[in-house]
């Protein structure tokens, strides 16, 4: 947290171009949380070249581990021809989800890759794929988003017209690199069992009065389908099981839960 804050008030120093930044927002789920912003303002302030030294060290480490996991060609061109939420055909942050890609492998962050992905998957639930991108948009409406835009990434999907700046280097590393993200953040949802299923569930919803005429069948297709559930559950807690040790976090320092300290929102 303290990093976080070092970063953002001396980034203009460690990167040519970049503004200086003299306010920003510290999120808080709890007064504590404000502790490390507080005493990182405090050594801004009092100590700036002692601060500035350290947050060099770190940062210079961080790029080492980025150039070593990704290459260096990698970093410095990932970004090129990538297009955000607003100049998609399909309303993807193609840029973004690159970008969870470079996060995942240079410094494992498997969880916030599923959160920030989570949010697209929200969104794409307000999204409907028979309206134009400007019906939809101004359908959800300018802040319906909440805290990103962009809607989530399909596999089905031929996104070549949204990707058509990328230089020809990057071109199919972007599109793996898109599909790994998908296959490691998407949530898992278990799958559509067919016409079958469905009449089942309006046979439950509006014949309940004669379930017993339909006891025997029902029974089965019970026995089917949590046997299908509990095989779901299997194999999404067996995917989880192959995360590689390197992604699982050692300590998690988001303050996301309004007063984690309830039990009732915990």
Known sequence: MEFGSQWLWNHHLLED??????????????????DQPAVAAFLHATKP?????????????????KEKALGKEWVENWAKGLPKAKESKFFVEHNQMIWIYNCIQAFGMY????????????????????????????DIGKNG???????????????????????AENLERVKEAEAFVHKWCASKKKEDDGPLAKQMKIIRRNFSVSRQMFSSFLNQKVEEEEKKETESKEEAESAEETIPKEWESAYDMRPWPDYPEQPSRA
Do not use: C, M
């Open 17 to 34: 171009g970049l503004p200086q930044i003299h306010t920003y927002t510290a999120g808080a789920a709890r007064p504590s949380d404000l």
């Open 49 to 65: 070249e002692e601060t500035l030294t350290k947050l060099k060290v770190v940062v210079s480490r961080l790029d080492e581990a």
């Open 145 to 167: 988003w909440g805290f990103v835009p962009g809607i989530d990434w399909k596999p089905d999907v031929d996104y070549s017209e949204d990707l058509v700046n990328v230089p």
């Open 111 to 138: 969880e916030f890759g599923k959160a920030r992905y989570g949010s697209f998957e929200g969104n794409g639930k307000k999204w409907d794929n028979k309206r134009t991108p400007e019906e939809n948009i101004d």
